[in-house]
């Protein structure tokens, strides 16, 4: 069970294997780890003391970045990563990004993006789809219809706080004209557009 791993060049912290969504080209279908992590499925979500005990055991300075992103959505645990984003500032100063769904202030209940601020230099927004019922369709959110929405004004929330946000897609997942819906979305709502 790995906390934290190594990927391409960044240190990741896995926070939680839950997740609203059930996406289907989720890298966890296919297998239990990336990077040099033994496997990301988790026994037991660890404390916030426990990630800052491993995360003691890191050369963190070594890395371009520390990114919050494992098998789950980070953001389901947003006052741990917080803590733990600042005590990665506090010590190291590394810039922090945060992979997510974008779904936060569904799971929350709350606008969650003014709590980035200060806190989280970059934001990753998995858009994956053109609109409401295909995302739903790729997706399976919990959510249901409504998710596509949220994720949409995440993004156009998100970037008011934290200073570089990107919404991605999986191009092997969607059609040519769905990521070209996306990308000219990304441009409309003024962040970076990324295809994974």
């Known amino acids: 069970m790995s906390i934290v ?7 990741y912290i896995n926070l939680t294997n839950r997740c609203p969504n059930a996406c289907e080209f989720c890298i966890r279908n296919y297998t239990d780890s990336l990077g040099d992590a033994d ?28 990114v919050f992103c494992g098998y789950g959505e980070p953001t389901e645990r947003l006052g741990e990563l917080l803590e733990l984003a600042r005590f990665i ?43 409401a019922e295909r995302y739903n369709k790729l997706c399976h959110p919990v959510f249901g219809l409504k998710s596509y929405d949220a994720v949409i004004k995440y993004i156009r929330d998100v970037k008011n706080y934290v200073p570089y946000v990107a919404c991605s897609v999986v191009a092997s997942a969607i059609s040519r004209e769905s990521l070209e819906i996306c990308r000219a979305k990304a441009e409309e709502l003024g962040v970076s557009f990324k295809i994974r």
């Open 5 to 11: 791993y190594d990927y391409f060049g960044g240190l």
């Open 39 to 66: 496997s990301l499925i988790l026994a037991k979500e660890p404390s916030a003391e426990e990630v800052k005990e491993e995360l003691r055991r890191w050369d963190v300075n070594r890395y371009e970045e520390v």
């Open 89 to 131: 500032k506090a010590g190291r100063g590394r810039p922090i990004r945060i992979n997510t769904n974008g779904l936060a202030d569904l799971i929350w209940g709350e606008e969650t993006c003014p709590r980035l601020e200060g806190v989280i230099d970059a934001v990753s927004v998995s858009m994956n789809e053109a609109d």
